[in-house]
Each structure stands twice: as structure tokens, then as C-alpha cells.
């Protein structure tokens, strides 16, 4: 009888998790100005900023 008990509790535990809604999940990310200088011809720390967030986006963007 408890192993019954504990059998529908868990389905019911599972099927209002499943149920809840989706949280959006933000990142933080330290990168060095080293790298970020990297990024481009003209060492540029905030053109490198803008190109490594675009090519994060365009590659992990939707996972």
C-alpha cells in the first residue's frame, strides 16, 4: 500500500513539474580584453565585444 501511495505521489509531483513554465536562462560570461582584442585587425576591445556576443549568438544562440 505505501509503495502505491509513493508511486502516485511521484506521478503527481512529475506531471506538476511538467506542467510549470519554461524559465528563460541568462548567462554571464567573463572574457579577457585579451581575447577580446583578439577578435579583430584593429585591437579594438569594443568592436571585439560586439563580434565574439554576435558569434555567440549566431552559434549557441538557440540552445
Known amino acids: 500500500m505505501k509503495k502505491l501511495f509513493l508511486c502516485i505521489l511521484c506521478l503527481l509531483m512529475c506531471?506538476?513539474?511538467?506542467?510549470?513554465?519554461?524559465?528563460?536562462?541568462?548567462?554571464?560570461?567573463?572574457?579577457?580584453?585579451?581575447?577580446l582584442e583578439a577578435q579583430n585587425l584593429e585591437n579594438?576591445?569594443?568592436k571585439g565585444k560586439t563580434e565574439f556576443e554576435a558569434f555567440l549568438m549566431a552559434n549557441y544562440g538557440k540552445r
Request: charged share 20%; aromatic share 8%; hydrophobic share 55%.
Open 15 to 35: 506531471s506538476v513539474c511538467a506542467a510549470a513554465p519554461a524559465k528563460k536562462v541568462v548567462l554571464w560570461y567573463q572574457v579577457p580584453e585579451v581575447v
Open 44 to 46: 579594438d576591445v569594443e
